[in-house]
């Protein structure tokens, strides 16, 4: 059993609180979006309504087990105090003195923020000395980092069973209602939206939905590896050789379960990858030579967009098409649009984190759907129905 940090009154505590603020940065050390912090403090206000301090942890980037400037969250600690006011001490390591003399001083109502975990090659090594170190400086320990619940490190899998008040934040519990929710026990029809550049990060997604969903929509560079073990020319569009002897078993399956898998009817091609290539839009199984699928096609939107309609509940991961290229996006968009449309009438619908957040992000549409995941790998090993060590850590 997991509990949440509205169970278990944890006032006047120093808590250790792990989060995802793995952020994007600028050439110039600006923050570029602040998705990931905005979704942890409702927890942190949480914590300092409690009357305790929030002493918060986090990874950024790939710094290799080094200190690296270039991966501070300095930036952080800055946008935190700039932008949402909190009275935020910033300490220049996550283990030691200077991290131990930053606790100590912290009165309620400041918030610290720990350097970089990833300064430290114990962090992914699963270290427990290193979650010892870390684990000195709090009473009690709250992940709602479900971006890294997918990892076995020191500071989401060790740490937690240092703790007897181990709980998990707002934003963790939320991933754990939607995204499991969507996977255990479904209200039918359910829709799954699959999409992105390859078949062989989603293979596991299919098989496990297979057993769930009643249609399944593949669009994104995965649907040309379909369309050659179908026997369909794809000119220059993106397969994965390897993958089409797979593809073919997934097709027969979902035909043995009687679960719609339907692939793009018509394609939009390009005779060159980038926005201001020659375009048309041609049927799936009459792509020329020397041809690129970019997106699908205003009659694939429609069937997509009428079979999403009828569902009750939507996961979507990966976009249609080359998203980031203005005249390669009406696929995902209309995507996005089917999914808002779906809400409005009763429907769950979630989307789940990597490029479809971006998208519905870009798009605007993050407020009219039910859950927009943070968790990208997360996300996805979480549909395919595996234990994610950072939850289980959890577990009482």
């Given at each position: 059993m997991i509990k949440s940090i509205d169970e278990v009154r944890i006032e006047g505590k120093k808590v250790l609180v792990r989060v995802d603020f793995n952020v994007p940065l600028d050439e110039n050390?600006?923050?570029?979006?602040?998705?990931?912090?905005?979704?942890?403090?409702?927890?942190i206000d949480k914590i300092i309504d409690y009357g305790s301090i929030p002493v918060l942890m986090s990874h950024l980037g790939r710094p290799k087990g080094e200190p690296n400037p270039k991966y501070s969250l300095e930036p952080?600690?800055?946008?935190?105090?700039?932008?949402?006011?909190?009275?935020?001490?910033?300490?220049k390591d996550c283990i030691g003195k200077?991290?131990?003399e930053a606790v100590n001083l912290a009165e309620a109502g400041q918030v610290v923020l720990l350097e970089n975990l990833r300064f430290h090659k114990e962090e992914e090594k699963n270290d427990i000395e290193f979650a010892k170190q870390l684990a000195m400086l709090g009473d009690a320990y709250v992940?709602?980092?479900?971006?890294?619940?997918h990892r076995a490190h020191a500071s989401t899998e060790s740490i937690a069973k240092l703790f007897d008040i181990r709980l998990a934040g707002y934003l963790m519990i939320n991933e754990i209602e939607y995204l499991g929710k969507s996977v255990t026990n479904p209200v039918k029809p359910f829709v799954a939206v699959l999409g992105g550049a390859k078949i062989s990060g989603k293979i596991d997604v299919i098989k496990n939905l297979m057993d769930k969903c009643n249609s399944i929509l593949i669009g994104g560079g995965m649907a040309y590896t379909f369309f050659k073990a179908m026997g369909f020319g794809i000119g220059k569009s993106l397969l994965e050789e390897d993958r089409v002897v797979l593809a073919k078993l997934l097709l027969k399956e979902a035909s043995t379960k009687n679960v719609k898998l339907m692939l793009p009817f018509d394609i939009v091609i390009a005779d060159s990858f980038n926005?201001?290539?020659?375009?048309?839009?041609?049927?799936?199984?009459s792509i020329p030579d020397g041809w690129i699928g970019m997106d699908i096609g205003p009659e694939t939107q429609k069937i997509f967009s009428d079979e999403?309609?009828?569902a009750r509940t939507v996961v979507w991961n990966g976009p249609m098409g080359v998203f980031e290229m203005e005249n390669f996006a009406k696929g995902t968009y209309a995507v996005a649009q089917a999914l808002a449309q779906a809400t409005s009438k009763g429907a769950t619908t979630i989307v789940g984190g990597g490029d479809s957040?971006?998208?519905?992000?870009?798009m605007n549409f993050q407020n009219?759907?039910?859950?927009?995941?943070?968790g990208g790998g997360a996300s996805l090993e979480y549909l395919e129905g595996k234990i994610l060590p950072g939850i289980a850590a959890l577990e009482m």
């Open positions: 050390q600006n923050i570029t979006d602040d998705t990931r912090i905005k979704e942890s403090l409702p927890t952080v600690a800055k946008l935190m105090l700039e932008k949402y006011g909190y009275d935020v001490i910033f300490t200077p991290a131990q992940n709602d980092a479900f971006g890294s619940a926005n201001e290539a020659n375009c048309k839009t041609v049927n799936s199984d999403i309609s009828k957040a971006s998208a519905i992000n870009k009219k759907v039910t859950h927009v995941s943070t």
